[in-house]
């Protein structure tokens, strides 16, 4: 059964830093991963797809790599700025069904 | 780009009631919808998968007469919460898988969600 687990649960950091959030997974037979971006009482926002044939992905200051031998994602966030705090999930998807992580509540700081 | 969109974004009902949640492929047709629910500071977890013109499957766990969920057409999907209390209250997202032949046939697009609260 594939569990998904996002470290740390919390961060809270200065506005211009650099930060990697992580996310491990159990069962290395995936299709894709993906990671999302989720604010308090709103939706859900797609923020990069790897296949699993990829070993990243990069959008803007946002980068995502993919190691799915040793079961391990991390999503790196350049020059964060207090924009960026919101929750960041990570899900991996199997055949069709995604299993999610708990998430990564990430605070910038002014 | 390939769009879901679910409706409502946010609702509000009153215990005892009905709510839908729709969940629509706006540039394509989709086989199968899959509607995930997030309980308070937890992952989201698949409630249930749907299959145009067919039943919906159920996760363990979930309450097939409690979420109702009908896929009438290859662009609708609805979740009916029925008969809701407070601990319904949740945010809710459907996903969809394009019926394709090409390689994107394979995709599946998340909607933004809907946050209900029950009162």
């Known amino acids: 059964k594939q569990e998904v687990t996002q470290i740390p649960a919390a961060l809270s950091v200065p506005e211009g830093e650099n930060l990697v959030l992580n996310c491990s997974f159990t069962?290395?037979?995936?299709?894709?991963l993906q990671w999302f971006r989720q604010d308090p009482g709103k939706g859900l926002t797609s923020l990069l797809l790897i296949q699993s044939s990829q070993r990243e992905q990069t959008s803007g200051r946002l980068n995502a790599s993919l190691d799915k031998s040793s079961g391990r994602s991390t999503l790196y966030i350049a020059a964060s700025q207090p924009g960026d705090s919101a929750t960041y999930l990570c899900?991996?998807?199997?055949?069709?069904?995604?299993?999610f992580g708990t998430g990564t509540r990430l605070k910038v700081l002014a | 780009g390939a769009v879901v969109s679910q409706h409502p974004s946010w609702v509000i009902c009153k215990s005892g009631t009905s709510v839908k949640i729709e969940c629509r492929s706006l540039d394509f047709q989709a086989t199968t919808m899959f509607w995930y629910r997030q309980f308070p500071k937890q992952s989201l977890m698949l409630m249930a998968t749907s299959n145009e013109g067919s039943k919906a499957t159920y996760e363990q766990g979930v309450e097939k007469d409690k979420f109702l969920i009908n896929h009438a057409s290859l662009t609708l999907s609805t979740l009916t919460v029925t008969s809701a209390h407070p601990e319904d209250s949740s945010f809710y997202i459907c996903?969809?898988?394009?019926?394709?032949?090409?390689?994107?046939?394979?995709?599946?697009?998340f909607g933004e969600g809907s946050w209900l609260t029950v009162v």
């Open positions: 996903s969809a898988r394009a019926l394709r032949r090409d390689s994107s046939g394979n995709t599946i697009y």
């Open positions: 899900a991996v998807r199997g055949t069709y069904k995604y299993i």
């Open positions: 069962d290395s037979a995936i299709y894709n």
